[in-house]
């Protein structure tokens, strides 16, 4: 028996591999552990991200759009698939507190508007909230519970940075959140929450000052809301500014800000790209601060919590997707077909 039809047999497949893969699912964008991700779904939460895009948008922009956030929703379904099997899912009086909270600032006509904005129906922003709160749960027991700063760690990064804690002049330090009108700002906040327009922007920010006013958490709604991409992550935390710095600002804001005391949050100020609340953390005097500074120590402990919270994230996702089996319909689609669009 002669071996030759196996052997081309086999160098077809080498020589045509794209014609021997499997054709991928019938309307399937991508499938993680078994668990398809339909095109439908991923053009439901483009529409959501994206409600208001120019009508001449180039399609490659968009296609470029969908695949970030496909991948974005991968990792989404990684970590729920996980919180599932620690029994972590976020339970109905979760969801419900969260949606009265959205709710606060409107009518029930203006909340509906603004679902209707975002092509959001009720049970979708309920699936939303849900696998936030749950994803949250989970880097809550897996990563940030696991965070530990001890005093050596604050003397070692005091002593290893002294000089940078004596000040040249007097400085204040401040908080923000951030809200912006434009659309295509990049978050960088646990929620995903961005803002589409100046209604929405007016809406979001009045939304964080009744929390606040409420009781919550600066920091907390900093992380989850804010839309300033560098400190979101850090609770809002913009750290130390030179009094000098502040004569940038409008005469009117520096004063606001000098007479501010310390935790004093402001009220919703304009920016010139959006809405913010400022909080001030407090004032430090020129000269040398000391690690006996109870001051100093909380900044540090902040400063390396989160730095170390930032990168056992990064490392926990990066593990999470290399222990999962993933199939990218979507990428696949574009190498395979690079002149056309999804």
Do not use: W
């Not at 902040?302 to 999962?324: F, G, P």
């Amino acid at each position: 028996m002669k071996p030759y039809p196996v052997l081309l047999l086999a160098a077809g497949c080498a020589l045509f591999q794209v014609a021997c893969k499997h054709a991928p699912p019938a309307n399937v964008a991508a499938v993680v552990n078994g668990h398809p991700i339909t095109y439908m779904e991923l053009e439901k939460t483009y529409q959501t991200q994206y409600p208001k895009q120019p009508e001449a948008i180039n399609r490659d922009l968009v296609l470029s759009q969908k695949l970030d956030l496909l991948t974005s929703m991968i990792t989404q379904e990684i970590l729920m698939q996980r919180a599932e099997k620690l029994g972590l899912t976020a339970v109905d009086a979760d969801v419900d507190t969260e949606i009265n909270k959205m709710k606060a600032p409107y009518t029930k006509e203006g909340f509906e508007r603004q679902l209707a904005d975002r092509h959001l129906a009720i049970a979708g922003l309920r699936a939303q909230i849900r696998q936030q709160l749950t994803i949250q749960k989970l880097v809550n027991k897996e990563i940030t519970s696991q965070v530990n700063i001890t005093d050596a760690d604050v003397a070692n990064f005091y002593n290893a940075n002294k000089a940078s804690f004596n000040l040249a002049e007097s400085q204040v330090h401040l908080a923000q959140i951030l809200v912006t009108a434009d659309p295509n700002t990049p978050v960088r906040n646990l929620r995903n929450s961005k803002a589409h327009s100046d209604a929405e922007a007016r809406a979001k920010i009045q939304n964080i000052e009744l929390q606040l006013q409420q009781g919550a958490d600066f920091s907390q709604l900093a992380q989850n809301y804010s839309e300033d991409a560098e400190s979101a992550p850090n609770g809002g935390d913009k750290g130390f500014i030179p009094e000098s710095a502040l004569s940038n600002s409008s005469p009117e804001l520096r004063k606001l800000i000098l007479s501010m005391q310390p935790n004093q949050v402001s009220p919703v100020l304009p920016s010139p790209d959006g809405y913010r609340i400022l909080k001030l953390i407090s004032k430090e005097s020129a000269g040398q601060r000391e690690l006996n500074d109870p001051n100093v120590q909380q900044s540090i402990r902040e400063n390396l919590r989160n730095a170390k919270d930032q990168l056992l994230r990064a490392a926990y996702y990066e593990v999470a997707r290399n222990s999962s089996k993933i199939e990218n319909y979507l990428a696949r689609s574009i190498i395979e077909n690079p002149g056309q669009s999804k």
